[in-house]
């Protein structure tokens, strides 16, 4: 079980990291744009990445991109810490047609980057809270933002319900463990703990009854701030449409 | 499994993002009634818990869990999907786990087809005894799943590998990864049995969901392979070209082929599309007017 134990705890540490972007000390003129605007540019700029296979059209939204990045204070250095990985790994899934189409693997792997870029430039200026605010207000359903908001705030904590149980369990064991008794035993181990996570809605659900709580949706008027977004936004599709 | 942006045709993304929304907007309206947001929130919290797990495998690498059709079995097929799909839009969201353009076709995989199929391969064994049928819901589901993610990408013109890859690819290496979540799945519901029984006696879902939810997952690569034959043209012109009919215009309209005359086809399209926006706005507004006014009177 301990096996178990480490690379899950290895793998989520880093994992977890995520959590906690927001606790960045620069904080930019990207993190005061309403998320209601940056979700919907967001959506704007992957469908113009994935929406072309011209060198041209990429090259003038990456582009666009870097200088909205510099511009409104992200910085690259943290965005690329968290891309690189996935864009490397779009290069080698295309790679066996290097050598017999050259211009495809490399702009597959550009549209894949910007894409990664640009939902990444929402990911990194804008608190959950204000997200799930944002969708509410683009009319996504009550019930799943609602649902949407506890799940990404319990994580954590049942992360901790599920390794508490697991190290419980590799504290009682005296004999060495194959991998079919690890399954087996862990099987066991996070089914004790679905049940504990069900039990904990149930007290959940009452709590929220007893004391009333919704996501208080923000809608406040859009300022100059996110008009010049948008209006950076409409510029940069209009010249994309003109390439 | 997770598709992320770039890999799909628009046209692929957008029939399983409307076939997704489909199933998911019936889902929550069949629940609705329930007072169920903080079993969402706690279990799509729990099945993401889960799924950081690595679990190791003989030759020193390890595996992770998904739990679509775990969430089917405790949950229901109907709430087990909106978990997922919880779990899905916040790895979109959070980790960039998945693309924002390939969400509909994520969701369709992992909480629409992972979790249906293994709820009613769940039930169909459940005589055989929990564990087993457990076992097989989570391995089979898990590679029905993993087949539909190849048979998107295969589909898909952005992606340059065929369906004759991208299938066998993805559902054999799936189909052997699949037998840890399906011992998983049968831990967990072997476990629950003996603790808490009444929580996998979930009641049926009635026969017409069923055959249409089935029908649309049976379906859904048809209905892929036909977006991407049509294309973004028109299918009469498909059909047209196909028989060598020429066009006959009798009346142009303001806004032939929605485009402006003289304008870039693309920045035509927009504005057209804008003009057009605009009108049903108008009129929605003046039958909503006209619907009040006579109220008063």
Redesign the interface.
Known sequence: MHILLEKTLRNASSYFQNFFIHEYKTRGLIYEIDARVKFISTIVFVLLAVSTFEPIKLLFLLFSLFVILKILGLSLKKLFQRIWLFTAFSFIVVSPFLFSNLQYSLLFTLRVLISLIAVQMLVMSTNFYDLCSALSSLRIPESFVHALWIAYRYTILLFQDIINILLARESRRVAKTSHREIWKKGGEAVGLFFLRSIERSERLQLAMVSRGEKIVVQKTKLGFLEISYIAIVAFIVLWWISL | MHI?????D?TI?LIFFVLTLVV??YS?VKL?HG????????????I???Q???????GGT?AH?VGGS?AGI?LGPFAGC??M???L??Q?????DG???AWGANVWNMAVVNVFVGYYVYKALQRFGKTFASFIAGWIGITIAAIFAGIELGLST???YGLSITVPVMGLWHAILGV?EG??????????AT??SD?LEKGETGKVPFVLIGLMIVLSPVFAYLAEEVGYSEPLENVAEFLGLEENTINPGLLPDYTIPGL?P??GT?LSGAIGVLIVFLLSFAVKYAHSSRKNT
């Open positions: 992320p942006d770039g890999y799909l628009l993304a998911l907007g929550l609705r007072k169920l947001t903080s079993l969402f929130g706690i279990i799509s919290a729990a993401f818990a889960a950081m797990l690595n679990w190791p495998i003989p390890s869990f775990l405790l909106v978990s799909a919880i779990v839009t916040i979109t969201l959070v980790f960039n693309g924002i353009t952005s992606f340059a840890i011992v998983i799945t049968a831990g967990v519901v072997g476990y629950i603790r808490r929580l870039d693309y920045i927009l």
